[in-house]
């Protein structure tokens, strides 16, 4: 168990730009899940995959952002044409995916800046 | 829509007390609920889950309690310890077939003072 990774840690990019963040969820970890979290405030749901399957998306996910889960392990978010008001902590976790197991598991997260 | 309020939103206490952070819900129709600590600039880490057939869950010197029908739920630290210091969130999980998503508080900031 290597825990979820997140890649960058960091990163900083200028208004209009795209940027793509992955995740690497818990191998055998069905469930996988994308937040965002601003200072001070607590994690906004955004959005969540059962294997490869996007089951949910909120309605901050507007259609600038996608996220894919190609074959059920890593995932990555994408932020098209960047604005100040994304800046903020994206995080991913994982979890098993079954009734009773429902435990998250959360990476460091990318702190995304935009300027 | 569930709403999940965390009161204070900050404290800070004198190593070795015991002390209490509140959670408050909403919408009583909750799955489960989860206790997790936040360190600056880090992820979250799990800290205690009670499903909602529950009353407590229990974990070293950290006891969460859930009282469905009022629509709270404590954490007790006992003996406090600098490196309790840290976010304190809390988050529950609706019951709608399909919605798996966790409603976030707003966390305490916890400082223990040596």
């Known amino acids: 168990d290597t825990g979820v990774s997140q890649d960058p840690r960091h990163k900083i990019t200028k208004r209009g730009q795209n940027v793509t963040f992955r995740c690497d969820p818990i191998s055998e970890h069905n469930r996988l899940y994308w937040y965002r979290q601003t200072l001070g405030q607590g994690p906004e749901f955004l959005t969540y995959f059962q294997n490869e399957a996007q089951l949910e998306k909120s309605r901050l996910l507007s259609d600038r952002f996608s996220a894919e889960r190609p074959k059920g392990s890593f995932s990555t978010l994408e932020i098209q044409r960047t604005e100040q008001g994304d800046s903020a902590m994206y995080l991913c976790?994982?979890?098993?995916?079954?009734?009773?197991?429902?435990?998250?598991?959360f990476g460091s997260g990318t702190q995304l800046s935009v300027l | 829509k569930q709403e999940v309020t965390q009161i204070p939103a900050a404290l800070s206490v004198p190593e070795g007390e015991n002390l209490v952070l509140n959670c408050s819900f909403t919408?009583?129709?909750?799955?489960?609920l989860q206790w997790f600590r936040q360190d600056p600039g880090k992820g979250l880490t799990s800290l205690l889950l009670i499903q909602s057939s529950q009353r407590e869950q229990t974990s070293g010197r950290l006891n969460a309690s859930l009282d469905k029908s009022s629509g709270r739920s404590t954490l007790y630290i006992a003996a406090s310890q600098p490196g309790d210091s840290a976010t304190y969130l809390c988050?529950?999980?609706?019951?709608?077939?399909?919605?798996?998503?966790?409603?976030f508080g707003t966390g305490t900031r916890l400082t223990i003072i040596p």
């Open positions: 976790a994982s979890s098993p995916g079954r009734r009773g197991n429902e435990k998250l598991f």
């Open positions: 988050a529950v999980h609706i019951s709608n077939f399909g919605n798996e998503k966790l409603t």
């Open positions: 919408d009583s129709a909750i799955y489960n």
